[in-house]
């Protein structure tokens, strides 16, 4: 499944509205990042280190939802899936418009060969794959 990683500030952050913002330009901003040995820490640096540049992180937390609560507090930027995202109210968050973003990653589902799923694992799987987009509507239209 794709899973596209987005720069991210505050609805009236100084960047929010500006256009094909630079690397360099995001270098100078506080981050805040995951610990080391995060996948998405590790696309972040990867993009800003083929461009020569180094982030020098504010802040390293542990959680996507801790760094989404320092954004909206003011401390800082980050980047993450547009995936944590989802229950957040549109407009919550400015998604920045950085060349060289969104970085495109993938998440992969494995699962012992040979060993059939359970419902709610094919179910998830599915989804995942791409089969499983007619089951929320399907819900959406009971409610």
Known sequence: MDNPIVVLAPPD?????????TLEQLAEEP???????SG???AI????????IS??????LGSNEAIKRAILAGLGISALSRHAL?????GQFAVLDVVGFPIL??????????????VVARAFLDYLLGRGDAAPAKADKKQ
Do not use: C, D
Request: cysteine-free; overall charge positive; hydrophobic content about 35%.
């Open 13 to 21: 952050h100084p960047l929010a509205n500006k256009k094909k913002i």
């Open 31 to 37: 981050w805040l990042m995951r610990e080391k040995g």
């Open 40 to 42: 998405t820490r590790n």
């Open 45 to 52: 640096e990867r993009q800003f280190a083929e461009s020569g």
């Open 55 to 60: 982030l020098r992180p504010r802040l390293e």
């Open 86 to 90: 989802a229950l957040n109210q549109p």
């Open 105 to 118: 990653r993938h998440w992969y589902a494995v699962y012992p060969a040979g060993r059939q799923l359970s």
